[in-house]
């Protein structure tokens, strides 16, 4: 038996035992390239989805809605901070990681190249985008990779009041004046599918989620979560009392879930290629903040090392 | 007393305000989290000054009511608070001024008659205390940095230099504040705060710009261009949906 | 230009009595600002009450391929144990 085989058998028995792996341990190049590849691109999710919700700070309708959802943006810097610095223990510098996001090359969560058009749309987000967010981070908690499961327990231990957060503002809308609760609906109407779309296309469709699932970075497939996810959101829209935009949505009593419509694959992938609505805004957002505060950066290395030089 | 009130809660507000317009914008991802804990402060701040006032009114208004259904001519804060963000470094230089003011006051306004008023001061200072330290710091890492960072400090200080006057120079109702012992006449603190200035300046190696003309206005009222855009946004669905519930 | 800060190691005492726990990392050009980002980053709920920070790359591990002269020898050494040693059962306080 060569070398790497035993290396890779000897891997995969850990991984079997439910043992973490550590930045330092041996690993297949193909996982430590696959988890960079996720990890930078759930971390970049998390700051470009600052913007669309960011959008929002300063038009928020009450003093208590502007400092909630201002702690929720920054919950999202701070979870991509997090996320980064577990890529970083692979080996890449968070410089590297930003420069593929800048220059295109690295993918980011598609729903977030949607606007956000009214206040309810803060609530959507919420309930539905970080609803969605939650079910996909759980499982990631048992991550294989012992520094992203580190940082996905202590992100989805803030994110817990996000969904709360989206949730009591629809209610309060879809409870509120006619107009309000218009405002709601059209929110749900708008965020629905995208929401559905971010458990990623249909297993078969799936190419990589086999070899995830072995390696125990992906626990669930992509339609068993997007599944749950309909079956909780059909109850929680009836609380609401707001209609879900989707006629075949029906109660299935033989499999013990609800049905729900075809997802437009289509919408999906020409995002993804970069035609949503706000893909460009997005993405030139990220760059001018980083281009724009490079002078910052360089100004705080230089005085640090100035400092540096005069105490030794 | 209302406002006094009015005006430690606007400057508040708006400062609070502007810094928030930065979040998700930031040099970096640090740097953008500590503006927003700052943010967060002021407009906590702000919340417990208006909280308070509304209390005082006795007409059953709310923290709300004071911010999102007043006009530009009803707000009371400094001209400096709402001058736009700029560059970091004129952000910087926006905080440090005031933050240097307002670590003076806050120490005095916990001295108090009104029980209230101090305790709140006294939240707001340990607050303020450290947003004092953030921005002197980076006061001093631009300052002392590059080049560029140096002419980019030295440009903002210089720009915002004449918004300085107005902190110091108090308004009827401080006066009036200082003398029935509930409130601070800034020019007791005048003395502390210039030396904190000058201090961290010249830490920062840059110059002390010449006291020429000041702006005043912001305290009674008189507000620069830019207050109405921020309540445009601010405001924007109170105004649109008057009576609802968010 | 690389503008990018040095990596730190961020460690908290969540209460009085407690030891420093390692909880993440950040970026920092020196060690103020790291101490203060650690502050703005990881203590928004407070999580702390003391923090460190150390450059990450003052910190010295062990390696993985080494694991086995590190720690196996300290398996078989159970009579550093209590539960090594029999003490009848009415003996109290042991």
């Known amino acids: 038996m060569s070398h790497q085989v035993e290396l890779e058998e000897r891997f995969q028995a850990r991984i079997d035992a439910e043992q973490k792996i550590e930045p330092k341990d041996w690993m297949p190049d193909a996982y430590r390239k696959t988890l960079v590849r996720q990890i930078s691109q759930h971390a970049h999710s998390e700051i470009v989805g600052m913007l669309p919700e960011g959008n929002w700070i300063t038009r928020a309708p009450s003093l208590r809605r502007k400092v909630a959802l201002l702690a929720k943006v920054q919950d999202e810097a701070g979870h991509g901070l997090y996320l980064y610095a577990a890529a970083e223990t692979l080996g890449v510098s968070r410089d590297e990681l930003y420069d593929e996001l800048h220059t295109g090359k690295a993918k980011y969560s598609s729903i977030f190249n949607y606007p956000t058009l009214s206040w309810a749309d803060i609530g959507a987000v919420g309930w539905l985008v970080d609803g969605a967010a939650i079910m996909n981070q759980v499982p990631l908690c048992k991550c294989s990779f012992g520094p992203y499961a580190r940082a996905m327990v202590r992100v989805c231990k803030e994110e817990s009041f996000h969904q709360r957060q989206g949730f009591e503002i629809m209610m309060t809308l879809s409870h509120g004046s006619p107009a309000q609760k218009q405002m709601a609906q059209d929110a749900l109407n708008r965020w629905w599918w995208p929401s559905l779309m971010m458990f990623g296309p249909n297993d078969d469709a799936s190419p990589h989620s086999a070899q995830s699932m072995k390696w125990k970075i992906k626990r669930y497939s992509n339609d068993d979560l997007r599944q749950k996810f309909v079956d909780v959101m059909v109850e929680q829209a009836e609380v609401l009392e707001l209609t879900i935009p989707d006629p075949d949505i029906k109660w299935n009593e033989e499999r013990g879930h609800y049905d729900f419509g075809e997802i437009n694959w289509e919408e999906f992938h020409n995002i993804i290629r970069g035609n949503g609505p706000c893909n460009k805004e997005r993405l030139a957002a990220r760059k001018d903040a980083w281009d724009q505060g490079l002078w910052v950066r360089e100004a705080a290395t230089a005085y640090a090392a100035k400092r540096k030089k005069k105490a030794s | ?246 | 230009m690389n503008s990018e800060f040095p990596l730190w190691e961020v460690f908290i005492r969540s209460h009085g009595g407690l030891n420093h726990k390692h909880v993440g990392s950040l970026h920092a050009a020196d060690a103020d600002m790291a101490l203060e980002n650690a502050r703005d980053v990881y203590t928004r709920r407070q999580e702390g009450v003391s923090i460190w920070v150390v450059p990450s790359e003052a910190i010295t591990a062990s390696d993985p391929e080494d694991s086995d002269p590190f720690f196996e020898p300290a398996k078989d050494k159970i009579y550093r144990h209590p539960t090594f040693y029999k003490v009848p059962d009415n003996v109290k306080h042991m």
């Open chain 2, 1 to 246: 007393m209302q406002e006094y009130l009015l005006h430690l809660a606007d400057n508040a507000l708006i400062l609070g305000h502007r810094l928030s317009e930065w979040c998700g914008h930031g040099p970096a991802l640090e740097i953008d989290m500590a503006m927003t804990n700052i943010s967060l402060d002021l407009i906590g701040q702000a919340r417990n000054l208006y909280a308070y006032a509304a209390e005082l009114e006795g007409q059953g208004k709310t923290e709300d009511d004071l911010a999102y259904l007043r006009d530009v001519n009803g707000f009371r804060n400094v001209l400096l608070v709402e001058q736009p963000n700029g560059d970091f470094a004129q952000t910087i230089a926006r905080s440090f001024f005031y933050d240097s003011y307002n670590y003076f006051y806050q120490k005095a306004l916990c001295e108090s008659h009104d029980k209230q008023l101090a305790a709140i001061a006294e939240k707001s200072l340990k607050e303020v205390a450290y947003h004092l330290r953030w921005s002197s710091e980076w006061a001093i890492r631009l300052g002392d940095g590059t080049e560029e960072s140096k002419q980019k400090m030295q440009a903002a200080i210089d720009d915002l230099w004449s918004f300085r006057g107005e902190l110091l120079t108090p308004a009827a109702y401080e006066i009036e504040a200082a003398k029935a012992g509930y409130g601070v006449n800034p020019l007791e603190i005048k003395e502390e705060v210039e030396k904190k200035l000058q201090e961290i300046l010249l830490e920062a190696t840059l110059d002390l710009p010449a006291d020429g003309w000041m702006h005043s206005g912001g305290k009674t009222g008189r507000h620069s261009e830019h207050l109405g855009f921020i309540l445009a946004e601010m405001q924007f669905l109170q105004r649109a949906y008057p009576d609802s519930t968010w």
